[in-house]
């Protein structure tokens, strides 16, 4: 009956209905159907037609009329009966919303270098390493001319989603702000071409909840969940984090990139 799409039975004729005829007699219906909404008829021989309900058809019904013009796409077919205890079926909106229900994908990483005032990020060994030394020039929302080398170890996008955002935890020595950050850019695949990315997902450790008012040597959460950033299959996220000023030591995260897309 159709792929991708779902049908419940709602009920079942309990006459046979001649070629270019209406009403289908049925058991008392359970759903309401409004003027409009398409059917599924199935005889018990497995022949398929599919209609459309010409008025209202309320809870307890006996019958329901159909569109029967031949010249319609969505008419009965007027060459054959249709037999008693047939089944009725309709779109599940229910069951389709449940197999279509959201999923969410998380992406667990870390990173640990000297604090500086300018974006860093990983090495080419990427996400993998735990050591990160791309020192970049840049300190606002895009990181200028990435290099292939550094494209190339990106997080890939596997298919469309959204970017919902980013949980990170900050261990800084020193009592500085640290930031992290998401940024997105799509390669230019099988090309030698450097890359500006863009900043989609900023995340600022944040001590305000207390108890306490220093970002050095504790753990300091910080999250941004509301990025709702469309990705597209091939795109590449690069995680980056800089402090507010150079120096000030060691700097340690840990990251949670979270993704959400509706398909099975």
Same mark, same amino acid.
């Given at each position: 009956? /159709?792929?991708?799409?779902?049908?419940?039975?709602?009920? !079942?004729?309990? @006459?046979?209905?001649?070629?270019?005829?209406?009403?289908?007699?049925?058991?008392?219906?359970?759903?309401?159907?409004?003027?409009?909404? +398409?059917?599924?008829?199935? !005889?018990?021989?497995?022949?398929? =037609?599919?209609?459309?309900?010409? $008025?209202?058809?309320?809870?307890?019904?006996? &019958?329901?009329?159909?569109?029967?013009?031949? &010249?319609? @796409?969505? /008419?009965?077919?007027? #060459?054959?009966?249709?037999?008693?205890?047939?089944?009725?079926?309709?779109?599940?909106?229910?069951?389709?919303?449940?197999?279509?229900?959201?999923?969410?994908? %998380? *992406?667990?990483?870390?990173?640990?270098?000297?604090?500086?005032?300018?974006?860093?990020?990983?090495?080419?060994? /990427?996400?993998?390493?735990?050591?990160?030394?791309?020192?970049?020039?840049?300190?606002? &929302? !895009?990181?200028?001319?990435?290099?292939?080398?550094?494209?190339?170890?990106?997080? +890939?996008?596997? =298919?469309?989603?959204?970017?919902?955002?980013?949980?990170?935890?900050?261990?800084?020595?020193?009592? %500085?702000?640290? !930031?992290?950050?998401?940024?997105?850019?799509?390669?230019?695949?099988? #090309?030698?071409?450097?890359?500006?990315?863009?900043?989609?997902?900023?995340?600022?450790?944040?001590?305000?909840?207390?108890?306490?008012?220093?970002? $050095?040597?504790?753990?300091?959460?910080?999250?941004?969940? *509301? @990025?709702?950033?469309?990705?597209?299959?091939?795109?590449?996220?690069?995680?980056?984090?800089?402090?507010?000023?150079?120096?000030?030591?060691?700097?340690?995260?840990? %990251?949670?990139?979270?993704?959400?897309?509706?398909?099975?």
């Amino acid at each position: 009956m /159709g792929m991708n799409v779902l049908y419940k039975t709602i009920t !079942t004729t309990t @006459a046979e209905l001649a070629p270019n005829s209406t009403p289908l007699n049925v058991v008392a219906t359970t759903i309401p159907l409004k003027t409009g909404d +398409v059917i599924c008829v199935v !005889t018990p021989k497995g022949q398929v =037609f599919k209609t459309e309900v010409t $008025s209202n058809v309320a809870v307890g019904s006996t &019958n329901i009329p159909i569109n029967v013009k031949t &010249n319609e @796409a969505l /008419g009965i077919h007027n #060459d054959f009966d249709i037999p008693k205890f047939s089944a009725i079926f309709i779109d599940d909106l229910d069951t389709q919303k449940y197999s279509r229900r959201v999923s969410q994908m %998380y *992406i667990n990483f870390s990173s640990q270098a000297a604090a500086s005032r300018f974006w860093t990020t990983f090495s080419s060994s /990427g996400i993998s390493n735990h050591s990160w030394n791309t020192v970049t020039t840049d300190t606002g &929302n !895009t990181l200028n001319d990435v290099e292939e080398a550094i494209q190339s170890v990106g997080i +890939v996008i596997p =298919f469309d989603c959204t970017l919902v955002g980013m949980m990170c935890i900050f261990y800084r020595v020193g009592n %500085y702000q640290s !930031t992290a950050a998401l940024f997105h850019g799509t390669p230019i695949y099988n #090309d030698l071409n450097d890359l500006d990315m863009t900043n989609v997902c900023n995340v600022d450790a944040d001590n305000s909840a207390g108890p306490d008012s220093n970002y $050095s040597q504790r753990p300091v959460k910080g999250e941004n969940l *509301i @990025a709702s950033f469309p990705l597209s299959a091939g795109d590449i996220l690069l995680p980056a984090f800089k402090g507010t000023t150079d120096g000030g030591g060691n700097l340690r995260i840990s %990251y949670t990139v979270i993704l959400e897309s509706d398909k099975l």
